[in-house]
DNA sequence: TTGTAGGCGTTATCAT
DNA sequence: ATGATAACGCCTACAA
């Protein structure tokens, strides 16, 4: 009977290990370890002796021992640049109920759209020995590229589109998107436009998209106010108040994103200017409120909770070895034609 | 030169351990451990080797194991009933922030609004060993209480209010709240009220206080409108036609939350009510477009990422073992008066 | 179907 | 300031 605490554990009961289901259950570890992760191979009576000694014993598993031997830890590390953000929120809720559902928890990290804090994020988190990640977009700094594939762990990109991605990817094209908004712009018959955008990264590749259709069409775009992270409705009528008093005339504006589309609705409204009749507003990612503020806003719908069921199974399937479909999946958008345009 | 590989590794190479930096820098790994734990430990010039040998072996440290031998992961678990709500996600953007800056990870997890899923959820989290643990409310199921004081881990409960908290807690009273408003309704002159509210318990108890004190003022409560979790705008609209269509009479309406308070407004204008002359909207929360809509909307504000900072400090002080000052922390709430009542 | 042996990668402790 | 040793609690591999 040597005494096992070199560490330091004033007072404290050490919480049961599986040592002790065993002795309790008159087993090996062993055994015990099997019943808990592969009960099939026990037989029904030695099942039962387990799950007396557990109760009684009061055991807790430690994942941290078990996924340092099995070299999986059921973690799956999730990195957004931002959680309060009414287009990622529900991709973030869609993969923590799927990847629950698939036997995995989620490690959610903020990135705050910069790249270098991404890759900051991206070391950290490999130290977890994550058994998957979920990352967004598809720029990511030269040095966290290097890391994660070093690293060979599965990886989903999420919410944009490339033909190579790290690895897997789901989402849809914003250039697309920006290229439809402004065709769909073009057949309404507007002419001038005015641009109401926030500064991230794939909506600034949807305005190359505008901005080429726009082009392609002979299209005026009048003026284009920049407004910083994050998209709030008081950004979207102040953005709409800059354009209408510099003077510029326009018919039309195109927001990047719907909140700041119901923001410049609002500052039309406020100004006596009639939406659609004096001025067009069109948004992005069809938000809950989109379909009901009066006028209803035109936008383009995305399936946001698909994007995160979508890769909570292929992250799933890969860790599990089952063969994949495909592994860049484009989710499309759907333009939604409402009474704001 | 004994092989080392008992584990299956088909073909990939191990990644570098402790011990590869170490043999690396010509050092041992107690001090390549050192080095990076406590660098005022070592002296300059190992502090370089070691520098060196872990960028030339790219190695990345095995926190499993790491926290397995020191018992501390440096991972808080955060459980929330939803993800995409406006009034939580908020709080756990706050979280996730204060958690990063103080150097934790947050393990994030959702149990839906049941105790009994939050019971799983608890125990599974404690598999993983965390530092710290956030709750949500401060109804839970016997079976987690035990599980989880028997842990001994630090717990802060939030966004709600009890003298008698698990461990700490920030939040606020939710029946004050709902005294808070009667009275205020009461005061405006308000004489029939209608209810909207959302299936869920600490909605319950503001209603409860709404009640309680609504009595006090001998005011009728003409109907209630229970609708079910999500509460979406739609729903509100919904609620109000069923508060109409059922004949009621009534001047006012309180919604459990301003996402519901402006679908009411939103009926409201639909069927030609004036707001607030024809018919008052309160709403909670205090969201984001809570005072751009027309009429913008009287509601009750709570500092959401206060909550999730002052949760994310006050488990790291514990973690930590600084001295709390109070391990119950009120943080109240603002009732907001704007043009809807 | 169950058990034995050894290692997963790190840190606490104590010694130098 | 650095190192040797022995856990930490579990799982893989193999033996019985």
């Known amino acids: 009977m040597k005494a096992k605490n070199t560490h330091k554990n004033p007072g404290k009961v050490k919480s049961p290990t599986l040592e002790d289901v065993a002795r309790q259950a008159g087993l090996s570890p062993m055994t015990v370890s099997r019943t808990l992760n592969n009960p099939h191979l026990v037989r029904a009576l030695t099942l039962e002796k387990v799950k007396e000694a557990i109760v009684s014993t009061g055991y807790i598993p430690n994942l941290l ?31 923590s109920d799927q990847l629950a559902e698939r036997g995995y928890h989620m490690l959610l990290c903020v990135s705050g759209y910069s790249p270098e804090r991404e890759a900051e994020i991206v070391s950290a988190i490999l130290s977890r020995r994550p058994d998957g990640v979920v990352l967004t977009g ?20 999420i919410w ?11 989402g849809f094209s914003h250039e697309k998107v920006g290229n439809k908004i402004a065709h769909y712009m073009h057949g309404k018959g ?13 909506a600034a590749v949807r305005k190359k998209g505008v901005l080429d259709t726009l082009d392609e069409h002979k299209l005026k775009t009048v003026a284009s106010i920049s407004v910083p992270l ?33 923001g410049a609705i ?29 006028p209803s ?16 199974n292929m992250l799933s399937d890969k860790i599990e070895g089952k063969k994949l479909n495909d592994t860049v999946r484009d989710i499309g958008f759907e333009l939604i034609e409402r009474e704001s345009t």
Chains 1, 2 share one sequence.
């Open 65 to 95: 021992a078990g996924g340092l031997a099995s070299r999986r830890s059921k973690l799956i590390a999730v990195v957004v640049p931002q959680i309060n953000n009414n287009m990622f929120v529900d991709t973030v809720q869609a993969l």
């Open 138 to 157: 598809i720029q990511h700094s030269p040095d966290m590229k290097r890391i994660i594939l070093s690293s060979e762990l599965p990886v989903v990109e």
């Open 160 to 170: 944009d589109l490339t033909p190579t991605p790290l690895d897997m990817l789901v």
């Open 190 to 202: 507007y002419k001038k436009i005015g641009l109401i955008w926030a500064e991230d990264n794939r």
């Open 230 to 262: 994050p998209a709030t409705l008081s950004k979207g009528r102040s953005g709409l108040s800059q354009l209408l008093d510099a003077g510029h005339e326009f018919d039309a504006v195109i927001c990047s994103s719907d909140t700041l589309a119901q």
């Open 266 to 294: 609002i500052e039309a409204a406020h100004r006596g200017l009639r939406v659609p009749q004096d001025l067009a507003v069109m948004g992005f990612g069809d938000l809950d409120f989109s379909q009901h503020t009066v």
């Open 297 to 312: 806003i035109s936008t383009v719908q995305i399936d946001r909770w698909r994007v995160g069921i979508d890769a909570a």
